[in-house]
């Protein structure tokens, strides 16, 4: 299976943009679809957007005008871009990789390997 680590998060003020990678190691990576998920505090996790490894994605509609999701096959990495970042917007975000089904995949539990999880504050 893949290893996944996130990086790129931090405290940022609410409007500012923030892109978190999050870099796969130890299998093929266009073999995956990855996503995106985050756990606000005191809250469920919840699906932010994914992408296949031919690079169709979706991203949710609550962020879709905000956040935009995108891979670099050659680095093995999958960005999660986001702007006009607002206070719901903290979160520990986790990416996730899967190649059970095929196509944009929102449903957590068909992902088989998860990151750490990286954490988002928006002060306002």
């Known amino acids: 299976q893949v290893q996944l680590v996130e990086s790129g998060g931090g405290v940022v003020q609410t409007g500012d943009s923030l892109i978190l990678s999050c870099a796969a190691s130890?299998?093929?990576?266009?073999?995956?679809?990855m996503g995106w998920f985050r756990q606000p505090p005191g809250k469920e996790r919840e699906v932010v957007g994914t992408?296949?490894?031919?690079?169709?994605?979706y991203v949710v509609d609550s962020v879709r005008r905000r956040f935009d999701i995108y891979r670099h096959k050659e680095r093995s990495t999958v960005y999660l871009q986001m702007t006009s970042l607002q206070p719901e917007d903290t979160a520990v975000y986790y990416c996730?990789?899967?190649?059970?089904?095929?196509?944009?995949?929102?449903?957590?539990?068909?992902?088989?390997?998860w990151g750490q999880g990286t954490q988002v504050t928006v002060s306002s």
């Open positions: 992408i296949t490894g031919n690079g169709d994605s």
């Open positions: 996730a990789a899967t190649r059970r089904a095929s196509g944009c995949q929102l449903n957590p539990g068909l992902y088989d390997s």
């Open positions: 130890g299998d093929t990576f266009a073999d995956y679809t």
